[in-house]
RNA sequence: GCCGCCGUAGCUUAGUCGGUAGAGCGCGCGGCUGUUAACCGCGUGGUCCCCCGUUCGAGCCGGGGCGGCGGCGCCA
């Protein structure tokens, strides 16, 4: 590692000081007898001035290396009022590693574009900007699951078939026998409590949906939860503290680069627990008063949860769906049998759900009416029903989509801004 | 699966009535006494998505295909 101090740690008061700095050269003009190259690194960007009377042959190195180029620079920190920054440093030495003749990304590339070249995007101050509070956002998720005692868990990606649904699951083969990816870890992480309690993971989930929506891709990060000795209202009450505190975790220690993508940190803010909840029944109250076309017993589309969203100013809880809009394995409440014990959390801002969750169905004979009212085969969860013959207990959990948290906490148009490498049903490259 | 829109230079795009395809950015050369995605001048760059048809002549008109984008449904 080359002994070299990074771009956001030059200061005015360093002023003299000389240094050795390492990057990329973001911009680059030509005055003259002066070029100036704007270095980027990981931690953001100074600008270098190289002039010829100061030395020459720095200065002709300078003048010929290409946006994108990897350069070794040194020379003496100089604040100066016209710099970008207020400081700059005047460079004497530039050892160019890497020339580039031209790079492809230029200022008018499209949105399309930039995901053609994604691997050359990625080196962005945005994008780069984004990874960081994505980073931070699950460094935030570890430490509160650390601090209240939940177990990580590793659980397969590599699935039998039917569950919930096959339509959406990516079918791959597998030796001689068939096998999915996974869309959900929860069924796994139901048998985990039985020895561990409290377990959550974070794995990729694949879903097979030829989903053409700003929220939707075919590969996500999902990070689950589930908890024996829990039920709807317990499960509520963890999501409102952890999504609480890796939205303030972050706050704290990435306040500039969600400014970047966000002027108003009002949501950010209140994201206090306790969070509203209000019931379905609720919900479709607050729709119709609001002219909205919508039946008891319909589930919301993506219209309605947007007009939702836009009545309050923090995350809420949506609780109490009917039971046949949600899937086989909610426990149905013992006080009204039409409903699921399924609680949604959506951001607002018209982001919507970003976290699904339920208390399970511990009852064997009840899930296995369940399975069939759904028109599935219980010989196909055999070994998930075992869960309900040794030793059952009330278990709740759910399910966040990281992309979808930090879409709303950056407030981005599209959730494929917040990976890497965003998988949609058109795009596996690069 | 359904609805709508779009394919012209490396990128972003203009293209009138069907008549030699134009610009900006990038890149190259030159200029400029401190630039801020610098600026100025000159130069460079085209399978007009593909096929078929109409026509003396198609980027433009007609038919078919392919690819992409936006939204719905599904969901995290």
């Known amino acids: 590692m080359i002994d070299k101090i990074y771009c956001a740690e030059i200061k005015p008061e360093m002023e003299r000081q000389r240094i050795k700095l390492a990057g990329w050269v973001y911009r680059k003009r030509e005055i003259k007898d002066k070029v100036f190259i704007v270095l980027r690194d990981s931690s953001g960007i100074i600008q270098i001035v190289f002039k010829e009377e100061l030395s020459k ?87 509160w699951l650390l601090q209240d005692g939940w177990y990580e868990v590793f659980p397969p990606i590599f699935l039998t078939a039917a569950v919930e649904g096959g339509s959406t699951l990516f079918k791959l083969k597998y030796f001689d026998k068939t096998a999915y990816l996974s869309q959900s870890a929860q069924l796994y992480l139901e048998a985990a409590i039985f020895g561990l309690e409290k377990v959550w993971s974070l794995t990729p989930s694949f879903r097979a949906e030829k989903s053409r929506t700003r929220r939707h891709l075919t590969e996500f990060w999902h990070l689950e939860l589930e908890a024996a000795w829990m039920d709807l209202w317990d499960i509520m009450k963890v999501e409102e503290e952890l999504v609480s505190y890796m939205v303030q975790r972050t706050l704290e220690l990435r306040r500039k680069e969600v400014e970047t993508f966000r002027k108003d940190l009002t949501t950010l803010k209140n994201a206090e627990p306790p969070f509203p909840r209000i019931s379905y029944d609720e919900a479709i109250d607050i729709l119709q008063s609001k002219g909205v076309q919508i039946e008891w017993g319909e589930d919301m589309g993506a219209d309605e949860e947007r007009v939702l969203t836009q009545e309050f100013d923090r995350p809420f809880f949506v609780y109490g769906y009917p039971k046949h809009i949600k899937a086989f394995y909610m426990k149905i409440d013992p006080e009204d049998e039409r409903k699921a014990l399924a609680a949604d959390m959506l951001a607002p801002e018209g982001y919507g759900e970003i976290i699904g969750g339920s208390q399970r169905e511990d009852s064997y004979e009840k899930l296995v009416q369940r399975i069939i009212e759904e028109g599935m085969d219980p010989k196909d969860y055999e070994w998930y029903l075992d869960l309900r013959k040794y030793g059952s207990v009330p278990h709740s959990g759910f399910g966040l989509g990281v992309e979808r948290l930090v879409a709303w906490v950056l407030k981005l148009d599209h959730i494929k801004w917040a990976t890497l490498f965003p998988r949609t049903p058109a795009r596996l490259y690069p």
């Open 57 to 143: 042959e720095a200065y002709g190195k300078a003048r010929k290396v290409g946006i994108e180029s990897s350069i070794i620079a040194e020379g003496v920190v100089k604040p100066d009022p016209r710099a970008p920054g207020g400081v700059e440093i005047q460079g004497d030495r530039i050892e160019v590693i890497s020339n580039v003749e031209f790079f492809p990304i230029t200022k008018d590339a499209s949105e399309e574009f930039l995901l053609d070249v994604r691997h050359l995007h990625l080196r962005s101050p945005k994008v780069a900007a984004i990874m960081k509070v994505k980073a931070t956002l699950m460094q935030a998720a570890r430490e």
